[in-house]
């Protein structure tokens, strides 16, 4: 595994953000190594979807214009992917009764005191 992601949890916020403000050309480069890194080490039959995935997600930014523009997409996709006929709220319900079970109508309120 190569320098750029060790573990998800040595995620080092600083350095990455610190990257793209100082070199952004790098930091696109390493992004890009991180990114295919990770999909590498996935089983085989998981890696084509992840591909094509990260392949539109590129596409987005490079159309997008503006970071924000490609974020506002971008989570517009994370919606649809959960929200449509096929979605992970459809899948999660077609597991069963534990998954789909109304929220509970009652809540404990904490007092937040300054």
Do not use: K, Y
Not at 45 to 60: F, Y
Not at 65 to 86: H, I, Q
Request: with cysteine.
């Amino acid at each position: 595994m190569g320098q750029h992601l060790r573990n998800a949890l040595e995620f080092d916020f600083s350095h990455w953000s610190r990257l793209a403000r100082q070199d952004p050309p790098e930091f696109e480069r390493q992004r890009q190594l991180a990114i295919d890194e990770l999909i590498d080490r996935l089983p085989q039959h998981r890696r084509l979807r992840l591909q094509r995935l990260q392949w539109r997600i590129d596409q987005v930014r490079r159309r997008a214009g503006t970071p924000m523009a490609a974020c506002l997409v971008l989570s517009r996709m994370m919606w649809d992917s959960v929200l449509e006929e096929d979605g992970l709220l459809h899948t999660l319900g077609a597991r069963g009764p534990a998954h789909s079970r109304p929220p509970a109508r009652e809540a404990t309120i904490l007092p937040f005191r300054r």
